[in-house]
């Protein structure tokens, strides 16, 4: 579990790096990291140098990729916000945190049979073009057809794929 830093009176002077290199670290932008920070998306404030630019710190860093993560699989910002809200608040609020994953990895799983699904009908259009290729009769297969009575415009294949 992340452990929230506090919020140090000075800012930092050294540690942790720029922001430029956060976002080759994480692989997002530079926007994408200025915008975590303004949609309440960090579990704790980024460090500041005295110059007031940002300075990322492991944990920071950790953070971003879990986002990141979040996001690619299709966890709405204001999940990912209130998750950030819980993992602010510490210990304590786990079975909520628990729930919003719990809930979370069951639309991912439904995602993924429709996309296992969907890859299988892509396999099958695979097996028969290769099998019409190998036999030498693509291009008969796939002359266009022409049926008046169908109203069909000319150079349009009747043929669903």
Sequence with gaps: MLEVKPQSPEPC????????EAARRTGVSV????????ACLVVAPVDRTRSGRRR????????????TRLRATGMPIKVIRRYAELVSAGRGNETERLALMESHRAEVVAKLTEIQ??????????????SRVTAGDAD??????????????????????
């Design 117 to 130: 699904q969907n890859l299988k009908l892509i396999d099958h259009k695979i097996d028969v073009y290769r």
């Design 140 to 161: 008969r297969l796939w002359a266009p057809l022409r049926d008046d009575h169908a109203n069909i415009p000319e150079g349009m294949d009747r043929h669903p794929g």
């Design 56 to 67: 990322y710190g492991e944990l920071d860093l950790e953070w971003i990729n879990i986002c």
């Design 13 to 20: 002077r050294e540690p942790g790096v720029s922001i430029a």
């Design 31 to 38: 926007h994408t990291l200025r915008y975590y920070e303004r």
